[in-house]
């Protein structure tokens, strides 16, 4: 069983910065991918970004494209989202996933998730 050990989530006010750090108690398989959901209150959980394994592919959801950077340090086993330019409506809690759970992580999710943490955009 993989868990995912999420941090860097909290308070912020709208145009503020956040930087959330998911990392996995084992070494991720390179052939897939690494990402970010969020879920606010009464929402659907919704995909953020991904990166792949290997560091060469990058995919953001139009909501965030321009203000969130995914990235990984291969040395650290570690995930990064870089948040920027934030929003109240960034307001949600976010969870880290590991491998896809299908073909696509967009519409398939992630086979293993973190608990989640909390960001709150205040106005």
């Known amino acids: 069983q993989v868990s995912l050990e999420e941090s860097g989530g909290g308070s912020v006010q709208a145009g503020g910065a956040l930087r959330l750090s998911c990392k996995p108690s084992?070494?991720?398989?390179?052939?897939?991918?690494m990402g970010w959901f969020r879920q606010a209150p009464g929402n659907k959980r919704e995909p953020v970004a991904a990166v792949s394994r290997g560091g060469e592919h990058t995919f953001y959801a139009d909501s965030v494209k321009g203000r969130f950077t995914i990235s990984q340090d291969n040395a650290k086993n570690t995930v990064y989202l870089q948040m920027n330019s934030l929003k109240p409506e960034d307001s949600a809690i976010y969870y880290c996933?590991?491998?896809?759970?299908?073909?696509?992580?967009?519409?398939?999710?992630?086979?293993?998730w973190g608990q989640g943490t909390q960001v709150t955009v205040s106005a």
């Open positions: 084992v070494v991720i398989n390179r052939n897939t991918y």
């Open positions: 996933g590991a491998e896809m759970a299908g073909s696509s992580w967009y519409y398939d999710g992630f086979r293993y």
